[in-house]
């Protein structure tokens, strides 16, 4: 914050303390006061240190509308300009800040499939080497039968039985590896692509995938709009990619209206969703719904915003050992 603008606070908080009228002054502009407090937001949050260009262009710009005369038309466009030069400095460091998320959660996810892939490469390996070992002692048992001149016995047979067992074992376990691997592709390619349609985070043993509430439901509705039925395309081809994994859908609304009509709301909600996808091939016995209501908000039921955040539907999913 400038130091000009911190002068004329201090200006009008006495004379307010005083109980004057301000000498008959013409008083700053609402667009000056709203400037200041969105500017000094940008300056005291994350944005100062991710966007730090457009937050000095913002006090740059309120600057010049402190120099104008009080309550001018002057004054009231550059701390126009200031508000929103500010509020695109915070908007873009948001979505830096959740595009550093989203790699995060990329990256962990990456090393859980490395890890996967490792462990079944060795337990291949282990059965590899024992079919080895059985060849070896099935080849030692013929060639002793072949010097006595002795038909197979038990035991030939009983090698013969384990060398079967174990080379089928070879063979699903390289199809259960190959699978998996075509599996972990689809489903990394699909995550991706939802990406680009609704937030998703990581939270210990789930990914939780958010839908803005206003995005899919026509206010005080439950009845999907017709825009919505791409994003939940994707999630349900998602969804599809990792079958041996449980789903919880849970509605959300903002605390207007009565906390039992917004519980009932939030579940019929949930339950749209869950159809929708149950009709695009998600196995019903799969998903659980629930309504939460107002009550676990992620954000200030006081302002637009924050009731827009809170409106939601989160769907969370257990991530696959």
């Known amino acids: 914050m400038t130091k000009r603008t911190t002068q004329k606070i201090l200006l009008?908080?006495?004379?307010?303390?005083?109980?004057?009228?301000?000498c008959g002054s013409t008083p700053v502009s609402a667009e000056l006061v709203d400037a200041?407090?969105?500017?000094?937001?940008?300056?005291?949050?994350?944005?100062?240190?991710?966007?730090?260009?457009?937050?000095?262009?913002?006090?740059?710009?309120?600057?010049?509308?402190?120099r104008a005369p009080d309550g001018s038309a002057e004054e009231r466009h550059?701390?126009?300009?200031?508000?929103?030069?500010?509020?695109?400095?915070?908007?873009?460091?948001?979505?830096?800040?959740?595009?550093?998320a989203l790699e995060?959660?990329?990256?962990?996810?990456?090393?859980?499939?490395?890890?996967?892939?490792v462990d079944q490469s060795q337990q291949l390996e282990a059965r590899q080497d024992e079919l080895a070992r059985t060849r070896e002692a099935l080849e030692d048992?013929?060639?002793?039968?072949?010097?006595?001149?002795?038909q197979l016995d038990e035991r030939t047979e009983e090698l013969q039985a384990r060398e079967q067992e174990l080379s089928a074992r070879v063979d699903e376990l390289m199809q259960a590896r190959e699978a998996r691997a075509a599996a972990e592709q689809r489903a990394a390619?699909?995550?991706n692509e939802l990406r680009e349609m609704a937030e998703i985070r990581e939270e210990q043993e789930q990914w939780v995938i958010t839908l803005n509430g206003e995005v899919l439901f026509e206010t005080g509705e439950s009845e999907l709009r017709g825009t919505a039925t791409r994003r939940l395309r994707a999630v349900a081809e998602a969804l599809n990619q990792s079958e041996d994994t449980s789903i919880v859908i849970e509605g959300h609304t903002d605390s207007r209206g009565s906390d039992a009509d917004n519980r009932e709301l939030s579940r019929a909600r949930a339950a749209a969703v869950r159809d929708f996808l149950v009709a695009h091939e998600v196995d019903s016995s799969r998903v659980?719904?629930?309504?939460?209501?107002?009550?676990?908000?992620?954000?200030?039921?006081?302002?637009?915003?924050?009731?827009?955040?809170?409106?939601?539907?989160?769907?969370?999913?257990?991530r696959a050992s």
Request: net charge negative; charged share 35%.
């Open 288 to 318: 659980e719904i629930i309504g939460r209501g107002e009550a676990e908000p992620v954000a200030d039921n006081d302002t637009p915003e924050g009731r827009a955040n809170n409106r939601r539907v989160e769907i969370h999913v257990e």
């Open 36 to 66: 200041r407090d969105v500017v000094n937001q940008a300056v005291r949050g994350p944005a100062n240190e991710l966007e730090p260009d457009e937050v000095r262009r913002a006090d740059r710009t309120l600057a010049r509308a402190e």
């Open 189 to 191: 390619q699909a995550m």
């Open 12 to 22: 009008v908080a006495g004379v307010l303390a005083l109980g004057l009228p301000g």
């Open 78 to 100: 550059f701390a126009y300009l200031a508000d929103r030069q500010a509020r695109i400095a915070i908007a873009h460091a948001e979505t830096a800040r959740t595009q550093q």
């Open 141 to 150: 048992v013929r060639a002793e039968l072949s010097e006595r001149g002795e």
């Open 104 to 117: 995060a959660d990329q990256e962990r996810y990456q090393e859980d499939l490395e890890e996967t892939a």
